[in-house]
């Protein structure tokens, strides 16, 4: 057995070794507003539930390990004392893994995760429409737990108000664990969906993610993609160029013979199948031959 001493490795190591053997975590997908009303969205997976009567939420957003930054999402918090969590499903994650893009101040990571603000009852902070459970929450107490990056800082959150989407309940009116289809994180790249185990997304971290307002109409408002799929077209860097779209459909005689079609719902279902094996940058040359 490997033995360590947390101060004998570096800081970023050490978080992969907590990260990768503590879970799978809950995710609280934060949504805040600093105090000249701009939202803000991103999703923190040091999170659970710790009392029902009074219903608290604790979630830690953590100072950035490789500058020692604080997030967004703490200062708003510190500023307005609101938060609301909203759950994560399969149904958004790829959203929200878009979401936690690092975009500059200012940015609506709503708009470029592709999803709905929709206003809270209580709190000023918006909800995530697409999220199957929502809660407004008053922020109790924020606690330090050090200045060095890597430190938490402990969000301790009561619960006003609670949505619940009603397609997730069973007859008796309880939530459906096969039906809310939630999703956790594990180390690295990987999530855990409670139904059906372990798959993998790419952090966007190292890049920006176009997101999903700047794509075209057309895609989204086909019947081909879902939330998931805009997810993965929006976080790519940047789209090809025609170059590469050119050389991809000479050296894909499936995908010509497609394209040669007047069916524009068969291009898209192509670009889907893309999608299906997480190669997004394939889809967007699919969606994009016809157009260049």
Known sequence: MVSISPKDVSPLKLQGYLQSSVGPRPIAFASTIDLNGNPN???????????????????????RVRDNT??????????TKEVVIN???????????LSSTEYAD??????????????SEIIKPFRVAESPVQFECKVNQIISLGTEGGAGNLIICEVVKLHIDESILDEKGNIDQHKIDLVSRMGANWYSRSNQGLFEIPKPLATLGIGVDQIPDFIKESPVFN?????????????????????????????????????????????????????????WKVLLAKRV
């Open 41 to 63: 969205l991103s999703p923190f997976s040091f999170f659970n539930v710790f009392s029902s009567n009074p219903p608290i939420l604790v979630f830690s957003p953590a100072r």
């Open 70 to 79: 604080i997030k967004h999402t703490l200062m708003n918090c510190e500023a």
């Open 87 to 97: 759950v994560v499903n399969f149904d958004i994650v790829q959203q929200m893994s």
């Open 106 to 119: 200012g940015v609506n990571e709503f708009l470029k995760s592709g999803l709905t603000m929709l206003p």
């Open 227 to 283: 939330g998931n799929d805009l997810g993965m077209l929006g976080n790519v860097e940047s789209l090809p160029s025609t170059e590469d779209i050119t050389i991809f459909v000479n050296e894909n005689i499936q995908v010509k013979g497609v394209l040669s079609s007047a069916d524009e719902m068969k291009v898209q279902q192509k670009a889907k199948e893309f999608l299906n094996k997480q190669d997004a940058l394939s889809a």
